[in-house]
């Protein structure tokens, strides 16, 4: 599979963002799609996921900030981040996880930077 990711970018605190990532080659038989991110010197962690159902999860204190959601049609999926502060500064990472596997697949990084 093939993770495309875009739409990061550079934005004051206070702004918003949308990030989309397309998956293709293989994409047939993904369960879940979600977005992690990792600032420099942090571990990556996870933002928000969301099921082929629309089951969401969020990591802590993301919710209502940030929302998942996803196009299966389209095998994509969209993150709009809102009220974003200088400490969302990272490379967000859009992942996917197959039914019947446990591993995460990664596309290659779009850097969202806030300035204050």
């Known amino acids: 599979v093939q993770l495309q990711a875009s739409g990061g970018g550079l934005v004051q605190a206070g702004g918003s963002l949308r990030l989309s990532c397309v998956a293709s080659?293989?994409?047939?038989?993904?369960?879940?799609m979600g977005w992690y991110r990792q600032a420099p010197g942090n571990e990556r962690e996870l933002v928000a996921d969301i099921a082929r159902s629309g089951w969401t999860n969020y990591g802590n204190g993301l919710k209502g900030r940030f929302t998942i959601s996803r196009d299966n049609a389209k095998d994509t999926v969209y993150l709009q981040m809102s009220s974003l502060d200088p400490e969302d500064t990272a490379v967000y990472y859009c992942?996917?996880?197959?039914?019947?596997?446990?591993?995460?697949?990664w596309g290659q990084g779009t850097q969202v930077t806030v300035s204050s």
């Open positions: 080659r293989a994409a047939l038989g993904i369960d879940r």
């Open positions: 992942s996917v996880k197959f039914y019947g596997r446990s591993e995460l697949y």
